[in-house]
């Protein structure tokens, strides 16, 4: 199973691509961080990040993706651009005709570090560890994002066939 | 000029087309609501409205989108649902190619009433008076809609063709 992680933000977008069953340990695909200007206009932005995510969705092919859930108890400075990252990403699954799963920040901590209050550094040694890499993927995002594939491979069966069905249904159904 | 206003929301989305030039009377063109099931998952109904605003813009080829700012003070509950269908809407627009213009509620409703602070009964009537409708449209996010168009008619032009001209040169750009 490929899985596309994505740990959404409108100025630094992370993305991990990881493969794996659930049980065994995952393998890496790639990582990316997906950058857009603060200065640009927010129409411009969430283009830019529209193609970039639908362009590694084309070039990975996975068979479903996971992306961050957003809450508004957030920083409230960043949390729209986190809210709208989100939209895209959730978007750009949908778009491919691909399951799309969304996880909590605690969640995914859990899943990788055995810790939902997990701080970031733990969370990086751990994606580092799991996917045997020589060094700890950089930024942040970008692990934050592996991590998010990783806790998909390992808890996303069952959910993944019924939002599949789901999509699937979706895709014949109208449009308004 | 024609102008797609659109007040985002999850569950309801307001989309209002006119016609018309800055300083003088506005022409309706059409209006609608775009429904999603809040019982759905979340992949579903982006796609859904995605699918339903990308319909509509390319059923009325309008000149620019005008998309209703969204802020975290708004209501906690809803707001994270509220950015993620304006980042949809954007979206629709900046993938035709159009330029895209985001208002604060107080500029629409100074816009069309004369005050920042007028309530959604005054849009409501003033919009229908503006466009001089028999009866006012239903319902309230319809009315919004039609008011974010016609602000923008009246208040677009210069920001308009910068916006169109950053929208071409980003289309003629990369992708990452």
Same mark, same amino acid.
Request: hydrophobic share 40%; aromatic share 2%; charged share 20%.
């Given at each position: ?85 989100? $939209?895209? #990403?959730?978007? +750009?699954? !949908?778009? =491919?005709?691909?399951? &799309? ?8 901590? @859990? ?28 930024? $942040?995002? #970008?692990?934050? +994002?592996? !991590?998010? =594939?990783?806790?998909? &491979? ?8 019924? @939002? ?13």
């Amino acid at each position: 199973m490929r899985v596309l992680g994505v740990d959404p933000g409108l100025t630094r977008c992370g993305v991990g691509v990881v493969e794996g069953v659930p049980g065994r340990p995952c393998t890496l695909v790639g990582y990316y961080v997906v950058h857009t200007d603060p200065g640009d206009d927010l129409s411009l932005r969430l283009l830019h990040l529209d193609r970039a995510l639908t362009d590694l969705v084309a070039e990975h092919r996975p068979q479903s993706v996971a992306v961050e859930r957003v809450f508004s108890q957030h920083n409230t400075r960043t949390v729209m651009g986190t809210a709208q990252a989100s $939209a895209v #990403a959730v978007l +750009a699954g !949908a778009r =491919a005709g691909l399951p &799309v799963q969304t996880y909590t920040p605690s969640e995914v901590k @859990a899943a990788v570090t055995g810790s939902g209050q997990a701080d970031k550094a733990q969370v990086t040694t751990m994606v580092t560890r799991l996917l045997r890499l020589d060094a700890p993927p950089r930024p $942040a995002d #970008a692990a934050d +994002a592996l !991590a998010l =594939a990783i806790c998909h &491979v390992w808890r996303g069966g069952t959910r993944s066939r019924l @939002a599949a069905a789901a999509a699937q249904a979706a895709r014949r159904g109208g449009t308004r």
